[in-house]
């Protein structure tokens, strides 16, 4: 069977669904492609959604414990995982229901299959049928998925990667944690909190190396009372899955580490899936990595394929493959527009949780960006003080000469919450003076932004700085 469409989307993750659904509403006739049975991709099926479904739980969790010193106590809980993973399960299936629908209510075709180019022109789809779908323009959106190290094989029993430790129906008693980045300290914080000791080993000096050291030194500090141990500068060398627990070697300074954990989760990064896509049939160019090499439209080296999401590389983040997607889809359309963001946010969402926006403040310094920095700590925050989380705080960086906001840092309580109004101030290119000037409401933890800005105008009245 063959069929000519306009435009084929090869993937249903956040960047795929949103590149149909735009391609749609744009007046195209839309196949969307997706090898799951179900759609959302990674972030819905097996990434944000999931994992900030369970972080909400040991938020609560930490913070019923956290009132004993405010005089309320409540009784240990009684978790019980198998409901915790229904529960995880249904929110997982509303939301996937809902981009059923949306497809539907638009017309978009969704085949449920495997994607392989046969040329630049056609794709073989591999399902229940096997069909031939030829296309005009044909946007990749396939996503990335877990890498692990050449010495561990990951049997999702006892060795968890970043989907495993997702679905877990008994609270492990111990569990080492490989990679401090992203998913390593999210996971941390959700087992930590639900009563596994776990520790974490990361092979570089510090956690969460993409972020500020002002920042992730906050966390760590807090990360250390919450878990058993943090390894850094330390290299896991040797892991044997044996039947109960698993083995592991580690080098730290030169000293070997022997220890033996429940269960042991990897997450050192993502490879992106490209490997399977019969690219070779294309002449599209991907880089050492694998991952697809776009333009500012978001077209490949080929004329007629674009390609948007984790599969073109970093940041790989939800947010950025969706506005990466719509902006796909206009381009597929003949609207003229470019994949041109001042910033990306960057959230990890663990407690307290770390979010930027622009370059971080070590980006300004490695490029020799000029930049002054304003400040506010939290400990001068009504609202922080009340929830009894004074340890964040919320820096910016302006362009010394004229104070325009060119990055900010948050750490903090619902940081997550607060850096959208710092990225839309960028966007805007507010100066000090416009983010002082606006009224925040009293008591929020969003004032700490206009505080910081009012610390940059010297108008602060919530600090006394001589
Ligand atoms: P994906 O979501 O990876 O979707 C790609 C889709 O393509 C998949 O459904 C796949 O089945 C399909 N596919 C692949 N190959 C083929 C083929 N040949 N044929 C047909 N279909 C194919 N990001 C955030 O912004 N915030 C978060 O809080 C966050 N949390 C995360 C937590 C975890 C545990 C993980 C793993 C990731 C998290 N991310 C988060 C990252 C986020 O999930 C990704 O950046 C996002 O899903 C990328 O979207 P995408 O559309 O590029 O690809
Ligand atoms: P990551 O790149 O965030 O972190 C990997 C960490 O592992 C790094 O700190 C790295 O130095 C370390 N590492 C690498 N090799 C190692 C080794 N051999 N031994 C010990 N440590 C090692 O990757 P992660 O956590 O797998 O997440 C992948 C991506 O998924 C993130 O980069 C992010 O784009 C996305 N994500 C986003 C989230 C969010 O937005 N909140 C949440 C989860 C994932």
């Known amino acids: 069977m063959s069929k000519n469409n306009k435009v084929v989307v090869i993937g249903a993750g956040p960047g795929g669904y949103a590149a149909a659904f735009r391609a749609a509403d744009l007046g195209n006739q839309v196949t969307l492609i997706e090898k799951d049975d179900s759609l959302g991709g990674v972030c819905l099926n097996r990434g944000c959604i999931p994992s900030k479904t369970l972080l909400h739980l040991s938020k609560v969790i930490d ?48 085949i449920h299959g495997t994607a392989n180019f046969i040329n630049d022109k056609s794709i073989k789809v591999t399902g229940e049928n096997e069909e031939i779908i030829n296309f005009e323009k044909c946007i990749i959106a396939t996503g990335s998925r877990p890498s692990t190290l050449p ?46 000791k776990v520790d974490v080993v990361e092979f570089l000096p510090r956690l969460l190396p993409g972020a500020d050291l002002d920042l992730t030194e906050i966390l760590h500090k807090s990360l250390k009372n919450k878990l058993n141990n943090i390894l850094l500068n330390t290299k896991v060398t040797k892991v044997i899955n044996k039947k109960s627990q698993v083995e592991v070697t580690m080098e730290s300074e030169g000293e070997k580490i022997i220890s033996k954990y429940e269960k042991v989760l990897v997450c050192i ?30 077209r490949t080296n080929i004329n007629g394929i674009y390609a948007i999401g984790d599969v073109t590389g970093n940041p790989m983040l939800a947010h950025k493959a969706t506005h ?39 980006e300004l310094k490695e490029n020799n960006i000029a930049y002054e920095k304003a400040e506010f700590p939290w400990q001068a925050s009504g609202k922080a003080i009340s929830l009894g989380r004074t340890e964040g705080k919320t820096k910016i960086m302006f362009e010394p000469e004229s104070k325009r906001v060119i990055a900010v840092g948050i750490i903090g309580y619902n940081a997550s919450d607060l850096i959208g109004e710092a990225a839309l101030a960028i966007e805007m290119g507010c100066y000090s003076e416009d983010i002082a000037l606006t009224i925040h409401p009293h008591p929020t933890l969003t004032e700490t932004f206009s505080n910081a800005a009012e610390v940059m105008e010297k108008t602060i009245t919530d600090l006394y700085i001589p």
């Open 269 to 298: 990064g993502r490879i992106p899936n490209t490997d399977k896509l019969s690219l070779e049939n294309t002449g599209l160019d991907i880089d050492s990595k694998g991952f697809i090499t776009v333009d500012e439209y978001r």
């Open 151 to 196: 010495f561990i094989e990951i049997d999702h029993s006892n060795i968890l990667d970043s989907t495993s430790v997702l679905s877990l129906d008994k609270i492990p008693k111990n569990m080492l944690v490989i990679g401090g980045g992203y998913i390593g300290l999210e996971m941390a914080t959700v087992y930590s909190s639900l009563g596994t």
């Open 324 to 362: 990466e997607g719509k902006v796909a889809a206009e381009v597929c359309s003949k609207i003229p527009t470019t994949f041109e963001p001042q910033v990306i946010p960057a959230v990890i969402f663990t407690d307290p949780e770390i979010a930027w926006a622009g370059p971080t403040e070590e």
């Open 63 to 110: 913070e019923a414990e956290s009132l004993k010193k405010a005089g309320i106590e409540f009784s240990n809980p009684n978790i019980d995982m198998k409901k915790i993973q229904s529960w995880k399960n249904r929110v997982i299936k509303k939301l996937g229901g809902g981009i059923k629908l949306l497809a539907k209510n638009r017309n978009v075709n969704v």
